[in-house]
């Protein structure tokens, strides 16, 4: 027997599997009516990422790939856009769809504002344009945004006026500062040095006949301490005196043995004294 | 921001005005081809699925029925295609353009797998048994019954594309090109599926005559 009529027979055969019962109609109302529930299910899962895929898709298709010019066109529409908006939000009324915008815009410029005067004075205005919109639509029952506009006008108010007390007492202490500075007595550079020995004589009022030193006084006591100017390391030479001859004994074994950091600060600091302590033993012998 | 709004807005327009659309004209949908009606399916425009459910599901339903002789089965397979459908959609990986053949593959792959599983889960050769105890008639239609479920055997023990041939061609009278559709592949490669798979069922078949008294 050929192949074909081998198939023939086979395919004859087959068809007798083409017989298919009808679907029971309340089971396939079922599956339609399940298909139909699973959809509305799914449908309401994706709802966000259908956006998301629809709004992706949008910029994907091939014939919205944007270039760098319709991207620039784009964002030249955009801040046309924005700029239109602001204007038209800042003559918005309460009552107005903008107006929410327009406080919000207000928000932001005040928070951008870093200088306190002009932070100050941006609240003035927004006060007094508080105080027009409410003069506006006074006619109109405006409800709980009377409360609100009104609450802001206070709020705006406020925080002006502690701007400028806060800034006020900064220009007071600006003043004092200035005034102290122009009235203080400018000390010469050569007294500078003395500025301490003075607090140390301020700090010994018995010593002083004058327990009050006035400016007149430092000024006479001046040239006393410019003159010898030696004289004013008498106090310290005459306690440095006791220890340089301790020093003179000892210098031989503190330079060969000591740390040489040490060595050497004290040895500059201590030549000094020493050339003076010996020239006043000379004056003593 | 405003741009993407505007957007988003013609097109939430665009889709409402095609669903109030659908819902006024619902008797020119039976009308739209199946491109169309994938195109509004994407959006899970309910009247598109309805009708793309109206429009398949009997044929998908046969389909099953005429390999796995089991109209609860045919059910199954029926309800899990179009699961699987709404699912791929959601992922936006749903057909591209053809969506019969998309469903017939579904569904293929889906009887394919209740082959692969045990016969105690898959339910196939209980069939065989209600055939022969549900339906009681004449004699030659007991014998009638007792061949089909055989050759629905000898069906299974065929390879799955070579199956798949053998049902699209010669239980649902596709044609070649139609075939060569549903399983993407060319004509060639469907007319030597179809020649092999018609050997090795006469094969079967003349073994199975041999193995009987």
């Not at chain 2, 949908?29 to 425009?45: G, S």
Request: proline share 4%; net charge negative.
């Amino acid at each position: 027997m050929s192949s074909k009529t081998e198939h023939k027979e086979t395919i004859k055969e087959l068809e007798s599997l083409r017989e298919a019962p009808d679907r029971d109609p309340v089971q396939a109302a079922r599956g339609r009516a399940q298909f139909l529930l699973e959809a509305k299910q799914i449908s309401e899962e994706t709802v966000s990422i259908s956006l998301i895929q629809r709004l992706s898709s949008v910029f994907q298709a091939p014939q919205l790939r944007m270039s760098t010019l319709t991207i620039a066109i784009i964002l030249s529409l955009l801040l046309v856009s924005f700029t239109t908006s602001a204007t038209a939000a800042s003559q918005a009324l309460p009552n107005q769809f903008l107006y929410p915008y327009k406080i919000w815009l207000e928000n932001q410029r005040l928070a951008l504002t870093i200088n306190p005067q002009k932070e100050a004075e941006l609240h003035l205005i927004y006060a007094q344009e508080r105080l027009a919109e409410l003069d506006a639509i006074q006619d109109e029952d405006l409800g709980t945004q009377f409360d609100q506009i009104l609450e802001n006008f206070l709020y705006h108010l406020n925080a002006a006026e502690e701007i400028f007390s806060e800034h006020q007492e900064y220009v007071e202490q600006e003043e004092i500062i200035n005034r102290l500075e122009t009235q203080a007595p400018q000390p010469s550079p050569e007294f500078e040095s003395e500025s301490d020995e003075e607090e140390e004589h301020e700090e010994e009022p018995e010593e002083t006949p004058e327990p009050d030193f006035s400016d007149e006084d430092d000024r006479e006591d001046e040239p006393d301490y410019s003159d010898d100017p030696d004289e004013t390391d008498t106090p310290d030479g005459d306690d440095s005196g006791d220890d340089n001859t301790v020093n003179n004994d000892g210098s031989d074994t503190d330079n060969g043995e000591g740390d040489p950091d040490n060595d050497d600060t004290n040895d500059d600091s201590n030549d000094d004294d020493n050339h003076d302590d010996n020239e006043e033993n000379d004056d003593d012998d | 921001m405003l741009l993407c709004g505007r957007l988003l807005s013609s097109d939430y327009l665009e889709t409402v005005s095609i669903g109030q659309f659908l819902r006024l004209n619902s008797v020119s949908l039976e009308h739209k081809t199946d491109f169309e009606l994938l195109a509004e399916a994407k959006y899970f425009n309910h009247n598109a699925l309805a009708m793309i459910y109206d429009r398949y599901s009997t044929a998908l339903y046969q389909y099953a029925y005429r390999q796995t002789g089991s109209q609860r089965i045919a059910e199954d397979c029926v309800a899990e295609t179009f699961s699987r459908f709404l699912h791929a959609l959601k992922r936006n990986k749903g057909p591209r353009k053809a969506l019969r053949p998309y469903l017939y593959r579904i569904a293929h792959n889906w009887i394919t797998d209740q082959y692969r599983k045990p016969s105690t889960e898959n339910g196939l050769d209980e069939n065989l048994e209600i055939i022969k105890d549900d339906k009681p008639g004449t004699e030659s239609q007991i014998i009638e019954h007792e061949t089909a479920a055989r050759l629905r055997e000898h069906l299974q023990k065929l390879k799955p594309d070579q199956r798949q041939v053998m049902v699209l061609k010669h239980l649902d009278g596709m044609s070649n090109a139609e075939v060569a559709e549903i399983m993407e592949r060319n004509v060639g490669s469907v007319k030597a599926l179809n020649s092999r798979a018609l050997n090795n069922l006469r094969k079967f078949i003349q073994q199975d005559e041999q193995d009987q008294p």
